[in-house]
């Protein structure tokens, strides 16, 4: 069964920082996989997604993320924490490697930013 | 602006009693889903539906129901053999080329 891993429920940076924030996926087809933010007591909004084409992939707010097939991992990094960035953030899959479908989720990591 | 929307934000559910949380989308999008969030636990997908008049159960179904009658709506109905309704609840709809939106959520809370 496909599934999500996030290393962390819980990080800490200090503002200027690099942010990495880890997610380790199995699937038995090749992936579609998504990152999502969630500010507190809303939605999740569309960070960047992976769908088979390049293997960096740039979202918005500065972040990115590596497609690395042979350590299935999609870790989300950002050069430099802002203040704003302070939220939670979930990585998911595609069982099917397509979009239309349902999605699995990791169990989110709380990103700190300290001042 | 295409969206979707989710009333009520907040919602209190007595003992015994059905609540139905409102999912409506203005994306033509043919899939809708609902999840459900506990804190710690991730989403957790509750039902889906692929095309209107048609759905399946996600991975915790037990003490929901849905309808899909309209290719817009797919509204929620939380029923008195959920035990542990207290959550917060997200609604999302994507598409065949497009990935998965979400709606701001409904909190529910048991009186």
């Known amino acids: 069964a496909q599934s999500v891993t996030q290393l962390g429920s819980h990080v800490s940076v200090s503002e200027g920082a690099l942010v990495l924030l880890r997610c380790n996926y199995s699937s038995s087809v090749p992936p579609y996989l998504f990152w999502y933010v969630q500010y507190p007591n809303q939605g999740l909004q569309l960070l960047l997604k992976?769908?088979?084409?390049?293997?960096l992939v740039k979202g918005i707010n500065g972040f990115e993320a590596e497609f690395k097939k042979s350590e299935t991992s999609f870790h989300l990094t950002k050069p430099s924490a802002h203040m704003s960035d302070a939220a939670e953030y979930f990585c998911?899959?595609?069982?099917?490697?397509?979009?239309?479908?349902?999605?699995?989720f990791g169990a989110g990591t709380i990103l700190r930013v300290k001042s | 602006d295409g969206g979707i929307t989710q009333s009520p934000k907040y919602l209190f559910r007595k003992e015994g009693q059905n609540v139905t949380l409102s999912c409506e989308q203005n994306l033509n999008h043919d899939a809708m889903y609902w999840y459900r969030q506990d804190p710690g636990q991730g989403l957790r997908l509750i039902y889906y539906?692929?095309?209107?008049?048609?759905?399946q159960k996600g991975d915790i179904a037990e003490g929901y129901s849905v309808s899909r009658e309209k290719k817009e709506s797919f509204p929620l109905t939380v029923t008195s053999a959920q035990k542990n309704p207290t959550a917060f609840y997200l609604c999302a709809s994507g598409s065949s080329d497009q990935p998965q939106h979400f709606g701001d959520g409904t909190r529910l809370s048991i009186l």
């Open positions: 992976y769908t088979s084409a390049a293997t």
């Open positions: 998911a899959v595609s069982p099917y490697g397509e979009y239309g479908n349902k999605l699995v």
């Open positions: 539906s692929q095309i209107v008049n048609d759905f």
